[in-house]
């Protein structure tokens, strides 16, 4: 149980409703670990020499954290003292701006996630979805994900360890998914970059110039976040 602005919020935080689109990026993985080295962990290597980094977007419509738009820049990882293998893989979340004050402190507060406040003009209607980051007054990304097919809903709800590390601690989050109205495909994302110091730390990867490996949409989310631990 946490009180985040005199709110008493119980563990786990439900997400009731949200929307997503999401595109998946193999970029240079000594990029990729120069960059999260802060963190302690080990990007997962699944192409040889390429890590994996993910580009999301999320219309939170109906939490525990209320309504809020937030875009996410993760990597997969192996997970800290498993045996290196696809089995043992989770996301490590490196930058995470938001458009709400609540979720910032709730966020940073509970699970030690790198939110930070930025304008985030989210479209999630038909047709390709788009966002952008602007921070200071400047772009920093501006993602388009083009739907693909529809693939059958999942049964059950499969649970990912979510890292994050701030102030010096890494920490490992349970996170758990039941998405429906998924529709993916390959390729299918933009991606174009600022001038922000941001969007050049995100160039050092590739991207604004690679082709997306995948992209996806999720019209319908619900998620679940448990208890942070330090790893």
């Not at 998946?24 to 997962?44: H, K, N, R, T």
Request: aromatic residues 6%; contains cysteine.
């Amino acid at each position: 149980m946490h009180v985040i602005q005199g709110k008493t919020i119980s563990m786990p935080v439900e997400i009731r409703s949200a929307q997503v689109a999401s595109a998946m990026f193999a970029v240079p993985a000594q990029a990729a670990q120069e960059l999260i080295a802060y963190s302690g962990l080990e990007v997962a290597r699944p192409i040889p020499g390429r890590a994996i980094c993910s580009l999301a977007f999320v219309d939170y419509q109906d939490g525990d954290l209320g309504p809020y738009h937030e875009f996410a820049v993760a990597f997969l990882v192996h997970k800290p003292g498993s045996p290196r293998s696809l089995k043992n893989i989770g996301a490590f979340i490196h930058w995470l701006p938001v458009d709400g004050a609540f979720t910032l402190e709730a966020g940073r507060t509970i699970w030690g996630f790198p939110k930070e406040i930025a304008h985030l003009p989210v479209d999630l209607t038909e047709g390709p979805r788009r966002c952008a980051v602007w921070l200071d007054g400047k772009l920093v990304i501006a993602l388009q994900v083009n739907p693909g097919l529809r693939v059958p809903d999942g049964a059950g709800n499969p649970e990912i360890d979510a890292y994050s590390c701030l102030d010096g601690v890494t920490r490992r989050t349970p996170w758990t998914m039941s998405p429906t109205g998924v529709r993916m495909r390959p390729a299918g994302a933009t991606v174009q970059l600022g001038d922000h110091p941001r969007a050049e730390e995100l160039r050092t990867l590739g991207l604004g110039r690679a082709h997306a490996l995948t992209s996806t949409t999720v019209d319908h989310l619900i998620m679940s976040f448990g208890e942070a631990t330090p790893v």
